[in-house]
């Protein structure tokens, strides 16, 4: 699939503290080059749904703007925020490696490869938000 030239991380800024909320975006990752989301979010925010939202908009970018083929998320199986956010996104489980496969600190010990497609169907039950923000209007 197409590699776009340009990458980012968007930030989430808070409405009500003007304080960084969060970040969240797409970038290479691994010796094959895949495409991969991420995201981060202030503690204090967690359970809200923000990682979700932030998340489907950078995904919406990437399938409709950027016309990627695949976009993956990467993360271990202790995180379990994470892995709740691409069950939500209709990301499903592609593959198990180990850290030390991409390079990584062989401490992180196995990762957990997710993946999605455009037009790939969501989980039951995790319908799309209403109203999906703009990357950085949380």
């Not at 455009?118 to 938000?129: C, E, M, N």
């Amino acid at each position: 699939f197409p590699i776009p030239d340009v990458y980012c991380l968007w930030k989430a800024i808070g409405k009500t503290d003007d304080r960084l909320a969060g970040i969240c975006g797409l970038h290479p990752f691994g010796m094959r080059q895949e495409i991969e989301i991420g995201w981060w979010l202030r503690r204090d925010l967690w359970g809200r749904g923000l990682a979700t939202e932030m998340a489907r908009a950078v995904l919406a970018y990437g399938f409709d703007t950027c016309r990627l083929g695949k976009i993956i998320s990467v993360t271990v199986p202790g995180n379990k925020a994470s892995i709740r956010v691409m069950e939500k996104l209709g990301l499903q489980l592609e593959r198990r490696c180990s850290a030390r496969s991409f390079g990584l600190d062989p401490r992180l010990g196995t990762l957990l490869i997710y993946s999605t497609s455009p037009g790939a169907p969501p989980k039951r039950g995790t319908a799309p938000s209403r109203a999906d923000p703009e990357p950085g209007q949380l």
